[in-house]
């Protein structure tokens, strides 16, 4: 069974940034990429950024790109920088592993964290 925490959301004004952080519990860490999603209520679980199993690869949605990166260390943690942040981006956001290729549908991955909220807003 694989264990997710997501932590690091907040309040913050549009034009702001917030630091999401995940630590994974999960055997052979860097087997397996990483991946971020978001889900807004009474919305589908929407793709945001993903890593490749090294890390030297990143991908982004559209809606997030410039403005987002993702990262992770070789231990256990992967990482949501986000700057310029919009109140399109409010929801709550979730990280999630796959052992398979890049894939940007969340019916792809099977294993979640708790989540955390992330709200823009004057």
């Known amino acids: 069974q694989v264990y997710l925490k997501e932590s690091g959301g907040g309040l913050v004004q549009p034009g702001g940034s917030l630091r999401l952080s995940c630590a994974a519990s999960v055997l052979t860490y860097n087997n397996y990429r990483m991946a971020w999603f978001r889900q807004s209520p009474g919305k589908e679980r929407e793709f945001v950024a993903a890593t490749s199993r090294g890390g030297a690869t990143s991908y982004y949605a559209d809606s997030v790109k410039g403005r987002f990166t993702v990262s992770r260390d070789n231990v256990n943690t992967v990482f949501l920088q986000m700057n310029s942040l919009k109140p399109e981006d409010t929801a709550v956001y979730y990280c999630?592993?796959?052992?398979?290729?890049?894939?940007?549908?969340?019916?792809?991955?099977?294993?979640w964290g708790q989540g955390t909220q992330v709200t823009v807003s004057s």
């Open positions: 999630t592993v796959r052992a398979g290729p890049h894939s940007t549908d969340h019916t792809d991955y099977s294993d």
